[in-house]
């Protein structure tokens, strides 16, 4: 969960950050049993993620990653 931490180190609560295609994958290998899958289209999937008891959801365009504490 080293990407994941890192990542949350930068934000406060309700803000987000911009994730390159590479926190994208780590994210995903590292909370692939934390996340679930809440929307998906051809064009955005959303994810629910819980890490350390906090929410947060990460979207994905297919061209904008984002990672947002709820």
């Known amino acids: 969960m080293a990407a994941i931490t890192g990542l ?3 934000m406060d609560s309700g803000k987000y950050v911009l994730l390159t295609e590479n926190d994208m994958a780590e994210i995903m290998g590292e909370a692939s049993n934390n996340l679930l899958q809440i929307y998906t ?9 819980t890490v350390n008891g906090e929410f947060y959801m990460l979207t994905d365009t297919g061209t904008t990653r984002v990672l947002t504490q709820r």
């Open 41 to 49: 289209s051809n064009d955005l999937i959303i994810h629910h993620l």
């Open 8 to 10: 949350l180190e930068k």
